[in-house]
């Protein structure tokens, strides 16, 4: 025991002197122990093991030599005897151990990879901190096995294992994890992706719906397979698609794009700004402020109007209200069933009016095929227009004022035109005959 103290009272001299005054070797005469200036050496022959300073304690592994060898910080109790906590081996390289299970390796660096394992069962998750201290909801990074997600509220990147889903940014997650969706992606200001396999990207975007893209400020992608792009744009029905300012998407298979468009029907179509509206199945409104609500109608142009079934209507503030009409031009005479076929209701319409006041129309053609052009000067009335017909000699007939499609006078200029057609027919074949008589005369 006072050997013991007496190596112990030299070596301790030695680091405050800073001179070498002790070693031990080896059977073989190598040192094995050498207290130097530099402080206390462990040596194996001429190879450094390990150096306790005042500057550090270091530990040399040379693999130089084909050696295995190993350098481990273990634990030890009298019932569970040595357990590893982290250890570093030459050709493997250094790894991290959970002390109470060493087949749990938690943080493993070799020359290929650098690994950390997280473990669903201990809750175990791997952080990457914005402080030194590690504080709730400040990691720059969190890579989570739970089966259910932590609450977050926070600038932060999240790899949620649990459902294959990832978000980047100020990351908003509701008590529960109710707001992720399996295989989602969400990225921005508290963008959320509830939706399976749905994306938000973006300032307080949601995408709710399976399938679902919503990007933008605030877009809303909530039907299946939707899609919305823009600020405030809302895409709510199976495949529809919203873009721009305040656009929305309500009908199934439906598409609004511009400002403030709506498609709320299925199969619509609203491309335009200023409340652009396509609200008839299977419509298509096109310009600023067009309206297309009758079933399959078309409306384009700006303040155009489209309301009868299989209607269209274009140029500027053209209505189309007869049921499958075709109206272009501006503010024409609206007329008409939205609903019904009738042969005295009109099929194509030119529209050359002014105001709301003064409507009129250039030209016109009915269901029954009769067409008609207004008088000069031209009124809103329907006694302005006359009906144009083409004679059994080709020619075009107008009758005169007041003089409407089967109207008593137009009756008698039919039979009258008939009888004289008639007698022009027998007039030429006398004339015919006269002819064959002269010739023979002068033969």
Known sequence: MKQILFVCVIVFSALLCGETLFEVKDASNNK??????????????????MVISTDGIRAYIDDSKALSRTFSVTTTSAKKGYKKIF??????????????????????????????????????????????????????MKVSSKATADAINDSTMIWYKEKNAFRVGHVYIATGGTNVGQASFASGYRSEASGS?????????????????????GALASGISSCAIGKGTEATASSAFAAGNNTEASGTNSCAIGGFARATNNYSIALGTGA???????????????????????????????????????GRLATAQAYNS??????????????????????????????????????????????????LPSTTSTSSKVYVQVDTLGKLCVPGKGEYPGSEEIDKL??????????????????ARLEESLEKLLK
């Not at 200036?37 to 022959?45: A, E, I, P, S, Y």
């Not at 939205?338 to 053609?365: K, Q």
């Open 414 to 431: 039919k039979e009258e035109n008939k009888y004289l057609i008639s007698e022009l027919e027998k007039q030429k074949e006398k004339i």
């Open 326 to 375: 075709f109206v272009i031009g501006r503010y024409n005479i609206v007329e008409g069933s939205t609903t019904a076929w009738n042969t005295l209701e009109p099929l194509f319409v030119i529209g050359n009016g002014s105001s709301t006041t003064d409507r009129s129309n250039a030209f016109e053609v009915q269901k029954n095929g009769r067409v008609f052009i207004p008088e």
């Open 87 to 140: 250890e570093i081996q030459t050709g493997v390289g250094s790894t991290f151990y959970n002390p109470d299970d060493n087949t749990d390796e938690i943080f493993s660096i070799s020359k290929g990879t650098i690994t950390a394992n997280v473990n669903q069962s201990l809750g175990r998750e791997f952080l990457v901190n914005d402080d030194v201290i590690s504080k709730a909801n400040s990691s720059l």
């Open 197 to 217: 396999y749905s994306s938000a990207i973006g300032y307080l975007s949601v995408a709710s719906g399976k399938h679902s893209f919503a990007s933008g400020d």
């Open 276 to 314: 652009t509206i396509s609200s008839g199945e299977g419509a298509v409104a096109i310009g600023s402020t067009a309206q297309a609500t009758g079933n399959y109608s078309t409306s384009i142009g700006t303040g155009t109007q489209a309301t009868g079934i299989y209607a269209t209507a274009m």
């Open 32 to 49: 094995v122990l050498d207290v130097s200036t530099d402080g206390l050496r462990v040596l194996n022959g001429p190879d450094t093991l």
